[in-house]
């Protein structure tokens, strides 16, 4: 396996980050476990989770499975920034909240560092300075090796790094956006940034809740036990008609180069400008072979070319920035 610097730190990570969303709902524990150990054995190293997976029963999880001397092998990842419980300060950025989230966090994970800290969600009512000064003493301290962001504006990211070269504190290493081929807006403004500064960006939905899977018939109606299914909201409003089609089109284009499309769309993402690793969320074993045979493929110009006549580069045809707060567009849904 080809392992990759993540951004511009001395760690190689794994092509693929082991997403542990799933653990526990609807990945039932012992299946979870095996999935990471299996993942583990086939080289992957980069595992990501969050304190609001599952109300921590996800790193919870992810802690049990890397007891008993597997915590070295992982470059271990997670997030914080929803609310945990009803308590208004318990939630957010804050120097309070993410102190208290992070010892937490690091109960349920059995560690006493993580290696990739990340804001889940930016918080436009809060300086972020706050945040940043905070994590750098997370940093200092030693609890934490790096600090990422996730679903952050690429403006956001920019002041965070300026500020942090401003006072010396732990700069950023690591973005984690939406991007799929259905939805490619990263690519105007956060790809460029992320290329210019050594930024790592590790892309969440790849399949785009599997659509680009072939999960969704030509009507729109999710096949039973999808994300769109289970949770409804912004997630089923993904899954319009002009992306069903779009989906389906790639579908036909992935078999006629003898493709899975599954496969088909991780291989495209893992070989896209600034980007070191996709997290993928297999709820199996058999979808994370899956997942790692993607690696083998072998894209042609040609075929580059027959996705981006599908979906043009730093366009969208659906909106899976609709949970942000911050993104405001109008998607084509003309053929």
Same mark, same amino acid.
């Given at each position: 396996?080809?392992?990759?610097l993540?951004?511009?730190?001395?760690?190689?990570?794994?092509?693929?980050?082991?997403g542990?969303?799933? #653990?526990?709902?609807?990945?039932?524990? /012992?299946?979870?476990?095996?999935?990471? *150990? *299996?993942?583990?054995?086939? !080289?992957?190293?980069?595992?990501d989770?969050?304190?609001?997976?599952?109300?921590?029963?996800?790193?919870?999880?992810?802690? =049990?499975?890397?007891?008993?001397?597997?915590?070295?092998?992982?470059?271990?990842?997670?997030?914080? *920034?929803?609310?945990?419980? %009803?308590?208004?300060? &318990? +939630?957010?950025?804050? =120097? +309070?909240?993410?102190?208290?989230?992070?010892?937490?966090?690091?109960?349920?994970?059995?560690? &006493?560092?993580?290696d990739?800290?990340?804001?889940?969600?930016?918080?436009?009512?809060?300086?972020?300075?706050?945040?940043? =000064?905070?994590?750098?003493?997370?940093?200092r301290?030693?609890?934490?090796?790096?600090?990422?962001?996730? !679903?952050? /504006?690429?403006?956001?990211?920019? %002041?965070?790094?300026?500020?942090?070269?401003?006072?010396?504190?732990? =700069?950023?290493?690591?973005?984690?956006?939406?991007?799929?081929? $259905?939805?490619?807006?990263?690519?105007?403004?956060?790809?460029? $940034?992320?290329?210019?500064?050594?930024?790592?960006?590790?892309?969440?939905?790849?399949?785009?809740?599997?659509?680009?899977?072939?999960?969704?018939?030509?009507?729109?109606?999710?096949?039973?036990?999808?994300?769109?299914? +289970?949770?409804?909201?912004?997630?089923?409003?993904?899954?319009?008609? *002009?992306?069903?089609?779009?989906?389906?089109? #790639?579908?036909?284009?992935?078999?006629?180069?003898?493709? %899975?499309?599954?496969?088909?769309?991780?291989?495209?993402?893992? !070989?896209?400008?600034?980007?070191?690793?996709?997290?993928?969320?297999?709820?199996?074993?058999?979808?994370?072979?899956?997942?790692?045979?993607?690696? @083998?493929?072998?894209?042609? /110009?040609?075929?580059?070319?027959a996705? &981006?006549?599908?979906?043009p580069?730093g366009? @969208?045809?659906?909106?899976?920035?609709?949970?942000? !707060?911050?993104?405001?567009?109008?998607? &084509?849904?003309?053929?």
């Amino acid at each position: 396996m080809e392992y990759r610097l993540l951004g511009r730190t001395g760690v190689r990570v794994s092509p693929l980050c082991l997403g542990a969303l799933n #653990f526990g709902e609807p990945t039932p524990e /012992p299946e979870a476990i095996a999935l990471l *150990h *299996h993942a583990l054995a086939q !080289g992957l190293n980069f595992v990501d989770t969050s304190n609001s997976y599952g109300r921590g029963n996800s790193e919870s999880i992810v802690g =049990r499975a890397l007891s008993g001397g597997r915590r070295q092998q992982v470059v271990l990842a997670t997030k914080f *920034h929803f609310a945990q419980t %009803e308590d208004v300060n &318990d +939630r957010g950025n804050s =120097r +309070r909240h993410l102190i208290m989230a992070l010892d937490d966090s690091l109960r349920r994970l059995q560690t &006493d560092w993580i290696d990739l800290y990340q804001v889940h969600r930016p918080q436009f009512d809060l300086a972020q300075d706050e945040t940043l =000064r905070a994590l750098d003493d997370v940093v200092r301290a030693g609890k934490v090796r790096y600090i990422g962001c996730s !679903g952050f /504006p690429a403006w956001l990211v920019m %002041e965070g790094l300026a500020l942090s070269d401003r006072h010396g504190w732990a =700069r950023m290493v690591s973005e984690q956006p939406p991007y799929n081929i $259905l939805d490619r807006r990263i690519e105007n403004e956060l790809v460029p $940034l992320a290329e210019r500064y050594q930024l790592a960006l590790l892309p969440w939905s790849p399949l785009a809740m599997g659509l680009l899977a072939g999960r969704y018939p030509q009507d729109g109606t999710p096949q039973a036990d999808t994300r769109a299914q +289970r949770w409804g909201g912004p997630y089923a409003a993904r899954v319009t008609p *002009h992306a069903v089609r779009t989906a389906q089109r #790639f579908a036909e284009l992935a078999r006629a180069h003898g493709c %899975e499309p599954a496969a088909l769309a991780v291989r495209w993402l893992c !070989g896209q400008p600034a980007v070191t690793a996709p997290i993928i969320g297999p709820r199996n074993i058999a979808q994370l072979d899956a997942y790692l045979n993607a690696l @083998a493929l072998n894209l042609s /110009p040609e075929l580059r070319s027959a996705i &981006d006549a599908l979906v043009p580069p730093g366009s @969208a045809v659906t909106d899976f920035h609709n949970n942000s !707060g911050w993104m405001r567009m109008h998607v &084509d849904l003309s053929d």
